[in-house]
């Protein structure tokens, strides 16, 4: 990564440090990821942290209907019923404690997200990428609601301000499906194969890292600057 990406000094005098996140939103560990890394900003002087968010697709041959969350994790990973319960039990109190809400159930279901991606696009064209992507997050983890469905995408995207119709019109044209098949490969290509997955200046760092260890890697990347 160029260093004109890694950061500049904004007209305060702070550091501004690119944090690159590739993620996908039917991720759980993509939102605990985000939360800790809004924590590790808190403790961090005179480094200002701009995220920039990048689709990255768990299931991309996920059929439009989806499948059921727990029968899919555990065909997926090989693991038992019992196994899939305790990793969801430790996702609810890793949300917990970042004041994340998951409300796993019975009929959770994983769900296609290239719709949800193209909204992603659409809205960081407009300023509020990080608005729709919590957004996002929170209906499919929270409310359990259908993210592969146009008219919840529609939806979400007038609550955070994005106009209905113009969202509508792009998802329905797929105007930003290439672009976002193309970023897809753009990270793939530089070698990222699970998320979340944070660039930040010249390190690639893997999995929902402790807030403490996404401070060390920022500070680094602006002391490099």
């Given amino acids: 990564m160029a260093a004109s990406e890694q950061g500049v000094q904004s007209a305060s005098g702070m550091q501004i440090v690119t944090v690159n996140m590739v993620s996908d939103v039917v991720c759980p560990w993509c939102i605990v990821g985000y939360q800790r890394l809004q924590e590790a900003i808190k403790t961090l002087d005179n480094i200002e942290v701009d995220i920039k968010f990048h689709p990255f697709e768990l299931n991309p041959n996920m059929p439009e209907e989806g499948q059921n969350l727990r029968e899919h994790i555990m065909e997926k990973y090989g693991i038992s019923e019992q196994q899939s319960a305790q990793n969801r039990a430790r996702l609810v109190e890793a949300g917990e404690q970042l004041g994340f ?6 009929d959770s279901r ?5 719709k949800a991606h193209q909204l992603i696009h659409f809205a960081a064209e407009n300023g509020l990428e990080e608005e729709m992507k919590l957004a996002l997050f929170n209906a499919y983890f929270t409310d359990g609601k259908n993210i592969n469905d146009l008219g919840v995408l529609v939806a979400l995207a007038q609550t955070v301000g994005l106009d209905k119709s113009e969202a509508e019109q792009a998802l329905k044209s797929e105007k930003y499906a290439q672009a976002v098949r193309e970023e897809e490969a753009l990270w793939m290509q530089r070698g990222i194969q699970s998320v979340p997955t944070f660039v930040i200046g010249n390190q690639g760092v893997a999995g929902a890292q402790e807030p403490a260890t996404l401070a060390a890697f920022i500070a680094q990347a602006a002391s490099q600057q």
């Fill in 101 to 106: 809400s998951f409300n796993f159930t019975d």
């Fill in 110 to 114: 994983m769900q296609n997200t290239f």
